[in-house]
């Protein structure tokens, strides 16, 4: 299997705190990506990666911020979790950019915001 | 407005027969197309791809048939078996450019016994 996980795998956390998830890879990808599945709604993009320092928003970003510092890390960061936050959340990775390269995922962290 | 659309949100099928899963798209600009499979507690896994330049892409057991027409894909399982109970995502992109994977909403499918 493709070198990524996910930490941690779950957590419960307060509405109004902060949390951070990690997404790390040892594939040297160049593109990351963090969705979040939920029943009704499928995988949403929330934001994505295509470089060191380099990303921008998806679909369901209000909320999220990320960051990336190192290719092997890709940060997703909830500044003050809600509740409508409560989720699954699955990091991937790509070689190359395009759909007809494959997403590789993470095995998810399962967030409970109460 | 949701592009890809899968509405069947589950699916039982016994063991042996053919499972068919269906996913609708509203973009005319998508030209790639892709199946996911995805088991509890696990991330999604790619399981098969179809190009717009094809109306069959066949891998296994796996069959996935493209109708641009009707903007229709579907999946094909025979013969299913209970393994191949999980969660389906359809997923469309544009090659190139800055669109990214569009995800379906899922279907569950469960072959029994």
């Known amino acids: 299997d493709a070198g990524i996980t996910q930490s941690p795998r779950h957590k419960v956390t307060e509405t109004g705190t902060p949390v951070t998830l990690r997404c790390h890879q040892t594939?040297?990808?160049?593109?990351m990506y963090w969705y979040r599945q939920d029943p009704g709604h499928g995988l949403r993009l929330i934001h994505y990666?295509?470089?060191?320092?380099?990303?921008d928003k998806g679909e369901v970003s209000d909320g999220y911020s990320v960051s990336r510092s190192k290719t092997e890390d890709f940060l997703l960061t909830l500044e003050s979790a809600t509740s409508s936050q409560t989720s699954v959340y699955f990091c991937a990775i790509s070689e190359e950019w395009g759909a007809n390269y494959g997403y590789t995922f993470g095995s998810g962290t399962r967030l409970t915001v109460v | 407005d949701q592009q890809v659309k899968q509405n069947s949100p589950s699916l039982s099928v016994q063991e042996g027969r053919i499972s068919i899963l269906n996913c609708d798209y509203t973009?005319?600009?998508?030209?790639?197309f892709l199946w996911y499979k995805k088991y509890p507690a696990e991330g999604p896994t790619f399981l098969i791809s179809?190009?717009?330049?094809?109306d069959k892409n066949e891998d296994g057991r796996f069959t996935v048939f493209l109708n641009k027409s009707a903007k229709h894909l579907s999946l094909h399982i025979v013969p299913s078996q209970p393994g191949d109970s999980a969660v389906y995502f359809c997923?469309?992109?544009?090659?190139?450019?800055?669109?990214?994977?569009?995800f379906g909403k899922g279907t569950k499918l469960t072959v029994n016994p």
């Open positions: 990666s295509y470089g060191v320092k380099d990303t």
């Open positions: 973009n005319s600009m998508f030209d790639y």
């Open positions: 594939e040297n990808h160049r593109y």
């Open positions: 179809i190009s717009s330049i094809k």
């Open positions: 997923a469309a992109s544009v090659r190139g450019g800055s669109e990214k994977l569009v």
